[in-house]
């Protein structure tokens, strides 16, 4: 049974099932579900909780089987809960938790929870992982992106009976906590707990708020990546900027911003052949919120654009390793921002175009 993040504390309130599954990346929504089926495990009387970490392929399954299957020394239900940092439980704990699966269902004194990071397709169609979810419950655990965390700060914000002013000035108060705290939804939430500190319930303005959130956002290469497609300038800006304070190669930039317009490029040649779009998209293994900007973008791009984008790209590669180039900055760093920040700019106007037409 796979059940959204949104939907388990709602399950939860109608009973429990003898094993769960949680798997993502988001460490403060993983702890947060994970903590939801602890308490609710507590309440309906599993007092007694063992945990096993996974770690290598000489891992002893056996002490999980054999904890599993016995009664509690010291209550009459228990928690297993077994972490696999890695996702590869290996040949032994796949067959592990296969076993563990089917007996699952036939002990109700158990109550397993198994904790994974985020998995690709093939893992999530192997063979334990499906027993695993054939036999209790897998809730996948996506991180908040850029577009929705204005409104999941505002619903946190409103868990401890606080809100933003409300039109366009509570919207730009919104938006600039989320841009402090973008890629790192940990520190979004202590620095909303600190708001629920510093004032009492009720209305929140937009300078106490950019008075007292700090700046912790973190960024990477593949969130640059959606912002240049999107045609999001600013936000390009700030993410390059971050990603140089945050000591990020400058190489590796080069190349995430390079690998995009070549498969910009890609998608155009293969659309000019003849070839569908949505299967272009699959063969460039582009999918998920690039899916949708390429979609937009791409048919407002013109081929020559895109050849002219490439050159610019080959010659960044020569100045990020310390080469020269006519007409371009010298520092590395300007280079990519005039590079990221053009191919943003070819996206933005392409994009426009095809909303008019």
């Not at 700060?153 to 039109?167: D, F, H, K, Y």
């Not at 899916?291 to 654009?305: D, I, V, Y």
Request: aromatic content about 4%.
């Amino acid at each position: 049974m796979q059940l959204a993040a949104a939907q388990l504390p709602a399950h939860l309130q109608k009973g429990l099932r003898p094993l769960y599954v949680l798997h993502g990346d988001e460490p403060l929504l993983m702890q947060e579900a994970a903590d939801a089926i602890r308490a609710a495990a507590r309440a309906a009387g599993h007092a007694e909780r063992t945990v096993h970490t996974v770690q290598g392929a000489h891992f002893d399954w056996s002490s999980v089987l054999a904890g599993a299957s016995s009664l509690s020394l010291f209550a009459d239900k228990q928690i297993t809960e077994i972490r696999i940092p890695s996702g590869k439980p290996g040949k032994e704990g796949s067959a592990a938790l296969q076993e563990l699966a089917a007996a699952s269902a036939a002990n109700d004194s158990t109550l397993t929870l198994v904790l994974l990071p985020r998995l690709d397709k093939a893992t999530k169609s192997g063979a334990w992982f499906s027993a695993l979810q054939g036999a209790g419950v897998s809730v996948q655990i996506d991180p908040v992106e850029r577009a929705q965390l204005p409104a999941w700060i505002a619903e946190r914000l409103a868990r401890q009976g606080q809100r933003v002013s409300a039109g366009e000035e509570g919207q730009h108060a919104l938006r600039f906590f989320a841009d402090r705290v973008e890629g790192n939804l940990l520190a979004a939430h202590q620095e909303i707990a600190k708001l629920g500190l510093l004032y009492p319930a009720g209305e929140l303005g937009r300078s106490q708020i950019e008075a007292a959130v700090l700046n912790v956002a973190r960024y990477d290469v593949f969130k640059l990546s959606e912002a240049m497609l999107g045609g999001q300038r600013a936000r390009v800006q700030r993410m390059l900027d971050g990603l140089q304070a945050e000591g990020e190669a400058a190489v590796l930039v080069h190349y995430a911003i390079a690998e995009d317009i070549r498969v910009l490029k890609r998608l155009k040649d293969a659309v000019g052949a003849g070839r569908p779009l949505p299967m272009a998209l699959r063969e460039q293994r582009i999918w998920g919120p690039r899916e949708r900007l390429a979609e937009r973008a791409l048919p407002g791009l013109g081929t020559g654009q895109l050849a002219s984008l490439l050159q610019a790209a080959h010659l960044v590669d020569g100045i990020v390793k310390g080469l020269k180039a006519p007409g371009w900055p010298a520092d590395p760093w300007a280079a990519l921002h005039r590079l990221a920040q053009g191919l943003a700019a070819a996206c933005a106007a392409a994009a426009g175009r095809g909303a008019r037409h």
